[in-house]
């Protein structure tokens, strides 16, 4: 019976410190997919001439700008390619989850932007056409999601040519 009941106490222990465990990397998860969701969404928007401002479509389209603790899905209202104070459609924190981006030349790559008519990804305000740091890496953009208290990374990555988004 004593050992019945030790046997029971082992396996509940091991199943509880390993359920927190999973939780960490649903949370890893959960914050690439929806990362994933909102970049084709802001194609869609592209593709789809969605407008802005309830008249038009933003003259640049629509883009995402990366930071370290979130990223703001915008309308590039300018037509600069980069994110602008006012542009912002939704502001994405994620829970315990850091955002890194690719850097080009020193640069961190944080505006990624669907331009009308095809949705052609831009990087920093480049002119849509492949930039130097995306082609040595086959035209994609990778975007490093990091759990906080893990250090587990999962790799989001968009094809700045294609337009396909998925995590590695």
């Given at each position: 019976?004593l ?138 953009f ?15 990555s ?11």
């Open positions: 019976m050992v019945s009941i030790s046997v029971l106490a082992i396996i509940t222990t091991l199943a509880i410190s390993n359920f927190r465990e999973g939780e960490k990397k649903s949370q890893l998860n959960m914050a690439a997919n929806v990362l994933i969701s909102d970049i084709r969404k802001v194609q869609n928007m592209v593709l789809n001439g969605a407008e802005w401002d309830g008249q038009t479509m933003p003259t640049g389209g629509y883009g995402i700008y990366f930071s370290e603790d979130e990223y703001i899905m915008f309308a590039d209202n300018n037509g600069n390619k980069k994110y602008d104070a006012g542009e912002n459609i939704k502001i994405v924190e994620p829970f315990n989850v850091s955002i890194g981006a690719d850097e080009c030349d020193g640069d961190i790559l944080s505006n990624l932007i669907f331009s009308p008519p095809k949705a052609n990804g831009c990087l920093n305000g480049d002119s849509c056409s492949p930039c130097d740091c995306a082609i040595k890496n086959g035209g994609v990778n975007i490093t999601l990091t759990h906080d208290k893990t250090g587990d990374q999962i790799i989001a968009v094809n700045q040519i294609s337009g396909r988004a998925g995590i590695e």
